[in-house]
């Protein structure tokens, strides 16, 4: 008989749904919204809804899995656990714990997936990936400018005079914003996109403002000119919350609004009517991830916080400056979970630099990969040295539940247990503020266990055992105690399936910043020089004319509409391709049309794909989604760089040029 249950979307994604999950013989039939969920209300988008092929798929691992002269073959777990933990043992011995290499993502939203960082921490410490490909740019903006990177309520949208989706591809990324956007306009909110593409969200909006991507910082900065000329900045807020307003003022007048129109390739009217919007308070600004993926992502999303700022819309009902929602995050006890005091070792690498680091380690070298939660070989730039440095590993071994690009290249491979086998809590810092239950719904499949069963039996052979012997529920627990003491307890989540969690609905409405001035830091005094710059990406014809000469276009790679990352492609019928998004003005210099064979290049790798030209984009803008694994023909990540972003911690995975030309079909 088939019965309906709660349940949760894992998935990385800024949604963070409510499910309900039909099972009938011990099979997930059919995975649906909970109309009960008083955020996402029932809507859940395809990729929510294909988690019931991705549990119930004949592709997936069942088997403990060891490369053999070059082939799988299929192992015990006794075996595979066995060897695996003789091998961490011998690394430790002989050349230190940090001769391991843990590698990870965010694949998966459970709290629970956090034990891994404590087996790393018990064994003693391993070198670790810091920073993030993600949204590492924006999120260490945030923390210079207000102190961290907090969001208001999703509800607090209908406060908002005029909303700014500002690089979000909102309907295809986020769609419960998408949902409450068209429920504020015809309230009369106005809505203004500011996007390279103009895409489903452009389509709703009042305006939509096309810019050259990379320069929506220089944008900011000729808005907030305007409004200083047109003296219609907040003097309250200025004068007695924020401080360094004196340098900004002065990067503002070191550049003309010609020179910004002209770069940004924004006509200087538009930039005057953005200061008279951003005037008419309050104004919700919404950042999305892609536009701080280039060289000066940082600087970008400092000076879209300085124009909010400026204009008065932080810590007001229906402004912010939203980027992230880090209260989620930080209502939640990882250090009781992951015991980062037992380490007695560390390096780190950042994860876009992951490849150099491997490749360049020495004292001790890296000698052994352990890969859970994520997909290097198709998600982290620079493809060709990342494989050349998941290659040098004496041992690589990856947990994942299918046989990813990087599985492919693993000495053992051990399958783990889908979201709906294990009970766990879900919630994303993303955007709304809720904690979902996922019960254990049915058995994983074959072999496959979950992750925390194999830390657990990993750590029995390693002699550390008793720092694993936890059912999952004590070890939620232990990420729950400061949520238990304000009564959101573990069985209050798991009766009444979700949970509102104790954060600010409109943040920073006190004006007490957590920077160390504790004031809205135009300059940031975190660091030595905390000035604000008004950098540029690195590639284009601005910073690079040579490059930009041999390859004049910019190439971005957004997130897929049908899949997270690398994780639906292969559920998709017909099979995937790769999909060459191209401007309108590409085409014609180009003299490309729809469906025709290309080769996009540049000095890093090379993709073949179709032809598709979009029907408004920036000029010079090319677009592959990210994602695609190597058997379907990707990934896009074989043309971008590995360079680190202004600040250190992010990407610049779209400030990447390419050329392109036709070619006959591939074979
Ligand atoms: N369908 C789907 N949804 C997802 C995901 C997924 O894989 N698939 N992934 C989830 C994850 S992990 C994340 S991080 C979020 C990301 O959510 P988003 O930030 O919405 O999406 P991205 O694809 O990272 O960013 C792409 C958007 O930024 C625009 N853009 C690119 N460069 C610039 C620029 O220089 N200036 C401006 N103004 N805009 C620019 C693109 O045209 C596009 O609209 O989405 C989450 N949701
Ligand atoms: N070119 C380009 N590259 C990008 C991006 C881009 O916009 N452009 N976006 C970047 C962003 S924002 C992100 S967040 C990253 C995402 O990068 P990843 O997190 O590496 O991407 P996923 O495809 O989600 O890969 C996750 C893997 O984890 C596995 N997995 C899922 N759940 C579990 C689990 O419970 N246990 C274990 N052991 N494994 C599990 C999945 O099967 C999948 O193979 O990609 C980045 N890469
Ligand atoms: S992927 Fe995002 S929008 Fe889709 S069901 Fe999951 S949380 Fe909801
Ligand atoms: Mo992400």
Not at 159 to 181: D, E, P
Not at 515 to 529: H, I, L, N, Q, R
Request: charged share 25%.
């Amino acid at each position: 008989m088939a019965t309906v249950h709660h349940s949760a979307c894992p998935l990385n994604c800024w949604d963070s749904c409510g499910f309900l999950v039909t099972v009938e013989d011990g099979k997930v039939k059919k995975v649906e919204g909970n109309p009960e969920h008083p955020i996402t209300q029932g809507k859940i988008c395809g990729r929510g809804r294909m988690l019931e092929n991705r549990t119930n798929s004949e592709d997936r691992l069942l088997y403990p899995l060891k490369k053999i002269e070059g082939s799988f073959q299929q192992i015990s777990w006794e075996q595979a656990l066995d060897e695996i933990a003789e091998k961490l043992a011998h690394y430790k011995e002989s050349f230190g714990t940090t001769s391991v290499l843990h590698s990870h993502d965010y694949a998966n939203g459970g709290l629970l997936t956090n034990l891994d960082s404590r087996f790393f921490n018990l064994y003693g410490g391993v070198t670790e990936l810091t920073g993030s490909i993600c949204w590492g740019a924006g999120i260490e903006a945030q923390n210079w400018d207000l102190g961290d990177a907090y969001s208001h309520a999703p509800e607090d949208l209908k406060n908002s005079k005029h909303v700014v989706i500002w690089g979000r591809n909102v309907a295809r990324t986020n769609m419960h914003l998408f949902q409450n956007l068209q429920a504020v306009k015809k309230n009369g909110t106005k809505i203004y996109v500011i996007d390279p593409i103009y895409n489903a969200t452009a389509k709703l909006s009042n305006e939509y403002i096309s810019i050259k991507p990379g320069f929506d910082g220089l944008l900011a900065a000729g808005i907030m000119k305007e409004l200083l000329r047109m003296n219609l900045q907040d003097e309250e807020f200025l004068a007695n919350h924020s401080t360094g307003f004196d340098d900004l003022k002065a990067l503002l007048d070191s550049v003309s609004l010609e020179y910004i129109s002209e770069a940004a390739e924004v006509p200087v009217e538009t930039i005057s009517q953005l200061a008279e919007v951003y005037a008419d308070r309050p104004v919700s600004t919404i950042m999305g991830l892609g536009m701080q993926r280039y060289e000066n992502g940082g600087n970008t999303i400092r000076l879209i916080d300085a124009l909010a700022a400026v204009s008065g819309n932080i810590g007001i009902p229906g402004g912010g400056a939203n980027y992230a929602n880090k209260q989620v995050g930080q209502s939640f006890d990882y250090q009781n979970m992951t015991m980062a005091e037992r380490k007695s070792s560390s390096r780190t690498f950042t994860m876009m630099r992951q490849a150099e680091g491997i490749l360049s380690a020495v004292d001790p070298e890296i000698k052994m990969g352990i890969v859970t939660c994520g997909n290097p070989l198709t998600q982290v730039p620079d493809t060709n040295r990342v494989r050349e440095a998941f290659e040098s590993f004496e041992t690589l071994v990856v947990i994942d539940q299918y046989m990813t690009d990087t599985a492919e290249l693993a000495d053992y491979v051990l399958p783990a247990a889908t979201a709906f086998e294990v009970e766990d809590v879900y919630y994303s810092s993303m955007y709304h503020h809720y904690v979902n239950h996922g019960p254990k719904l049915v058995e994983p499949p074959g072999e496959a266990k979950p992750d925390a069963w194999i830390w657990t039996e990993l750590a029995n052979r390693l002699g550390f055992g008793k720092e694993f012997d936890f059912t999952r529920e004590e070890f939620m627990e232990k990420g729950l105690v400061s949520l238990s003491q304000k009564g959101i307890t573990l069985e209050k989540i798991r009766e009444e399936k979700f949970a509102e969690l104790p954060v600010d609905e409109v943040p920073w409405a006190d004006r007490k910043f957590k920077t160390p001035s504790g004031k809205y830091e135009f300059t940031s005094s975190a660091v030595v020089d905390g000035r604000i710059k008004l950098s540029l990406p690195t590639e284009t014809k601005w910073s690079n004319p040579e490059l930009a000469e041999k390859y004049p276009y910019t190439l971005l790679s957004i997130h897929p509409l049908r899949s997270n990352h690398s994780q639906h492609y292969h559920l998709f019928q017909p099979e995937p391709y790769v999909k060459v998004e191209i401007a309108g003005s590409v085409a014609a210099e180009k003299g490309l049309k729809d469906q025709d064979y290309v080769r996009v290049w540049n000095d890093r790798g090379e993709i073949h794909g179709k032809v598709s030209i979009l029907k408004a984009a920036h000029p010079g803008t090319v677009n592959i989604d990210e994602g695609l694994s190597a058997r379907f023909g990707g990934t896009v990540n074989q043309l971008t760089s590995s360079r680190e972003s202004d600040n250190g911690f992010g990407s610049t995975l779209y400030d990447c040029l390419v050329n392109i030309e036709k070619i006959e079909k591939d074979r």
